[in-house]
């Protein structure tokens, strides 16, 4: 039931905050220590490369991920479109083990893989919303989001929630294996923080409507941008504003740009730039700064700490590991508000569907 809400995607990107604490409360204990089932600790342990396989957003949680496993586990960890991983498997590290990252349970391209996994005898997890799904009963161990039903087709509450749970188990196998950066990373406290951090942007929605009025509602393409971190979220957000709001939308490796896709900046072009990572925030200013003197209309998301004058959104910092948890809020915002203002049916874009079954 949606309530009050006028559509699902809304009342979804609202329960974020409440999911982050859900989370918390589901796999860490009193004392902030990751809860996680022994037989899938004692297996990720055994893993020398994880493999993370997904479709869409939850490739894009993936993406995050990844580097959530490095930075905090040391452990090498590649991520997949199961799509191309089906049918072009890489060469595989001796002991690898493989995370499904799946909302529905049920995406064909991704039970592929996993039905192959499983042929080569392979450990898996599928990290998933909806328990007894089909990766669920598959997959040698399951974790579940705790997200509660994502009726909109755009995800946006499973993308976060998938972070969240990476977040969690990425502590869990780097305090399990002795690294002193999962010591260090206090899960618990941080989520809290992102929660506080999503509650004040999700209380900021006017603000979201008028950006959106002011640069999208209007323009036949738009560009997100950023480097590391901020160019899996620009992946992300740019894929929201494309599927419900059918602008031409590209998540871009800010340095990237002026190797050929600067030519398609024309006079208020929207870009929008993620800036959440100290090493490569100056970085990202400059390659703003290129497009805008080129015409660009330029909006920026930044954390707290990295703000200048004329930032147009602020982001409370957190760990530079989550700041996705936080600056893929606005960009959920952009593209509802986007759909919404162009009058579409914001839950049931065209041509696209919750679950997708066939490869
Ligand atoms: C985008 C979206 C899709 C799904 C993709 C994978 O908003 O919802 O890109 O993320 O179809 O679906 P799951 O996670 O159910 O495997």
Do not use: C, W
Not at 104 to 113: C, F, I, L, P, Q
Not at 157 to 181: D, F, R, S
Not at 201 to 214: A, G, P, R
Not at 220 to 244: C, H, M, Q, W
């Amino acid at each position: 039931d949606k309530g009050t809400y006028p559509f699902y995607m809304l009342k979804e990107i609202d329960e974020q905050p409440n999911v982050m604490r859900k989370l918390s409360q589901v796999y860490l204990n009193d004392a902030g220590e990751p809860v996680i089932n022994d037989d899938l600790m004692t297996a990720l342990k055994a893993a020398d490369r994880l493999y993370i396989v997904a479709a869409g957003t939850s490739y894009h949680a993936g993406l995050v991920g990844a580097k959530l496993f490095e930075s905090l586990a040391g452990v090498p960890t590649e991520v997949h479109v199961s799509s191309e991983f089906a049918y072009n498997q890489p060469l595989l590290s001796a002991h690898p083990f493989f995370i499904f990252l799946t909302q529905s349970g049920e995406t064909a391209d991704s039970r592929e893989v996993l039905l192959n996994v499983n042929e080569q005898h392979f450990p898996s997890l599928t990290i998933t919303n909806v328990p007894n799904s089909t990766l669920s009963r598959e997959a040698t161990y399951t974790l579940l989001l705790h997200a509660g039903p994502e009726i909109a087709v755009a995800s946006t509450k499973a993308y976060t929630a998938q972070i969240a749970l990476e977040a969690i188990l990425a502590k869990a196998l780097g305090v399990a294996t002795n690294q002193p950066a999962a010591d260090d990373f206090d899960v618990k406290q941080q989520l809290a923080l992102v929660a506080n951090g999503m509650q004040a942007l999700v209380d900021e929605k006017d603000t979201f409507e008028k950006i959106s009025k002011d640069a999208l509602l209007n323009t036949p393409n738009a560009f997100y941008i950023g480097r590391g971190l901020d160019y899996a979220v620009s992946l992300e957000t740019a894929l929201k504003l494309k599927e419900i709001s059918y602008v031409q939308a590209e998540g871009f490796a800010s340095g990237e740009l002026k190797h050929g896709t600067i030519a398609l900046i024309e006079k208020d072009t929207p870009v929008i730039g993620i800036i959440t990572q100290k090493n490569t925030a100056g970085l990202t200013r400059s390659n703003l700064q290129e497009v805008a003197a080129r015409g660009a209309k330029t909006i920026t998301i930044v954390t707290d700490n990295l703000a200048k004058d004329g930032d147009t959104v602020i982001l409370p910092a957190v760990d530079e590991r989550l700041t996705a948890l936080l600056s893929v809020v606005p960009g959920q915002l952009l593209a509802y508000y986007t759909s919404l203002n162009k009058g579409l049916d914001v839950d049931k874009p065209r041509n696209l569907a919750k679950s997708v079954t066939v490869e």
